[in-house]
């Protein structure tokens, strides 16, 4: 059989802004690419919607753009679903037939029925949870097996006690839509609870949506595929290196082939470090970028996001770094998404100061005001720093990391000299 594999389209993403109808237009053109492609059945790893609850209007979209798959070439594939409960029902669908999983957008409780089992219900696919849909064609089985989305925490618990399994004489596919460790930079398990070695063997293909940016890994001998999403809501490093699009999966070859949405914006995504910089210096580096990447015309305006980080030459806030004499002359060739992250560099130094002071549990108390105050003398900070309020927070220990994002964003500065440049 061929499968469709396409993920994380966030129908209702941006409402209201600019980029409203991205969602909505990158998800028309690539179902009508896969009506052309002619597939046997659609696997869908979750996130339809952006939010648990579309709104009318959403919905609206929603069945329009389903309309597309159900004036589809029938494939004759038979479709049962088995639950968890071993019951089964046979899905009664027109056109192309749609298994999916919600996604961690679309999570409620189990008391509350999702989007994805309302679509269920109107026959427009199969909702898996802890469940498998088995596809029948010409004497070929093709089961799907789908743990939809939850929060990160109980998710590793949850595929445990899923345990699929592997169904015998069928080509299997896993789907999940969950963070994975080895794809993300931090180990917080409120983050990623599922690493690789959790992954349950004997799968032909796995499927795992969520993340956002398109990648095809080598596992126990067979493949775990990241379709990616369809449309730009975070503007990661990552989904700038490849275009938006589908799959087409054959499951005799077992071969993947990616298809691209034909009309999308380009991401642009920069991270510039510097050290000791003035603001001018930072302005004339991000308008070289600027200039390099904006001089040829777009058909569709590009996004375009910077990420700014270092430390600033004495005398400068991260308030002095001005966003709009960067973006001067450019704000009709590309929409915007930035975010500073300066600190001085004495500053960077006497925060560093802090956090080894922490880890030798030297009393905070004891070590003085006095203390605090001669070393700021040193900085740019002077006087300026509300120095009891640093100590009521570094009464408790746990407030430490806090104190210091507080110090980097300016928050602890005298209020009235909080906007003046230091001299």
């Known amino acids: 059989m061929r499968l469709a594999i396409i993920s994380d389209t966030h129908l209702g993403f941006a409402r209201g802004t600019s980029r409203e109808g991205d969602a909505f237009f990158n998800f028309k053109q690539a179902l009508e690419g896969i009506v052309k492609q002619e597939p046997d059945a659609i696997i869908f790893p979750g996130d339809l919607f952006d939010h648990k609850i579309p709104n009318q209007e959403v919905w609206h979209e929603c069945f329009e753009l389903f309309g597309l798959l159900q004036a589809g070439k029938n494939p004759g594939v038979k479709v049962t679903h088995f639950s968890r409960n071993n019951g089964s029902k046979s899905f009664s669908y027109h056109g192309i037939p749609v298994i999916g999983i919600a996604g961690t957008h679309e999570y409620r409780s189990k008391d509350l029925k999702n989007a994805l089992q309302v679509l269920e219900t109107g026959n427009f696919l199969v909702c898996l949870h802890a469940s498998h849909a088995l596809l029948e064609k010409n004497g070929e089985k093709v089961a799907i097996h789908g743990m939809s989305g939850i929060p990160e925490k109980r998710a590793l618990e949850a595929l445990r006690m899923y345990n699929p399994q592997p169904l015998n004489e069928a080509h299997n596919l896993l789907v999940l839509h969950q963070s994975i460790k080895e794809f993300l930079p931090s180990k917080d398990d409120m983050v990623a609870t599922i690493g690789l070695s959790n992954l349950p063997n004997g799968f032909d293909l796995l499927v795992n949506g969520h993340l956002h940016w398109t990648s095809i890994t080598p596992w126990e001998g067979k493949k775990l595929l990241i379709p990616g999403s369809t449309v730009f809501t975070q503007m990661k490093r990552l989904e700038g290196e490849k275009q938006k699009g589908w799959y087409i999966y054959d499951t005799q070859t077992m071969q993947l082939e990616m298809h691209f949405i034909p009309k999308q914006r380009k991401l642009y995504y920069h991270c510039l470090k510097f050290k000791n910089a003035t603001p001018k210096q930072i302005v004339k580096k991000c308008r070289e970028h600027l200039e390099k990447d904006l001089q040829t015309t777009h058909e569709l305006l590009p996004l375009y996001r910077l990420k700014l980080k270092g430390t600033l030459a004495n005398g400068y806030t991260q308030a002095d770094v001005d966003f709009s004499k960067i973006m001067d002359g450019f704000s009709d060739k590309a929409l915007f998404s930035t975010m500073k992250k300066f600190q001085t560099g004495e500053f960077s130094f006497r925060l560093d100061e802090l956090r080894a002071l922490h880890r030798s549990n030297v009393s905070l108390s004891a070590m003085g005001i006095d203390l605090l105050e001669k070393n700021l003398a040193q900085t740019p900070l002077g006087n300026r720093l509300d120095v009891k309020r640093v100590f009521e927070l570094l009464e ?28």
Do not use: A
């Not at 210091?404 to 500065?413: A, C, M, T, V, Y």
């Open 396 to 423: 408790n220990k746990e407030n430490v990391e806090k104190t210091i994002q507080l110090l980097q964003n300016g928050e602890l500065i005298q209020p009235e000299t909080k906007k003046k440049p230091f001299c």
